[in-house]
């Protein structure tokens, strides 16, 4: 049987603007180009079959939410694959909505 949610090896970074402390700090953010690299979610992979009930639990900041909005299109991973009924969510984003 073919899974109907795929997801192989599926990670998640964002680049966030660093912030120093302190009134010289807060101009310094202002003015410096620095970011940091935060990882979301990091190499989950797993197969959901057709009638099969699932749950998605973890505690806060684990990447659940971050998860579900790579598996409907509304994040790109930035490695691995999600598949939805055969198809990539992020590029038919639109043909996934009807």
Sequence with gaps: MTAL???RSVSK???QHRRFPG???AFK???TSEYTEVVAV???????EAG???GYLGPNGAGKSTMIKMM?????PSDGTVSVLGRTPHLSRM???R
Excluded: H, K, M, Y
Excluded at 42 to 48: A, K, L, M
Excluded at 72 to 76: E, K, Q, Y
């Design 5 to 7: 949610i795929e997801a």
């Design 13 to 15: 970074r964002f680049r």
């Design 23 to 25: 009134l010289i700090g």
């Design 29 to 31: 953010t202002l003015v």
């Design 42 to 48: 990091s190499d989950i992979g797993f197969d959901i």
């Design 52 to 54: 099969e009930a699932v």
């Design 72 to 76: 409907t299109g509304i994040l790109v």
């Design 95 to 97: 043909a996934n909505a």
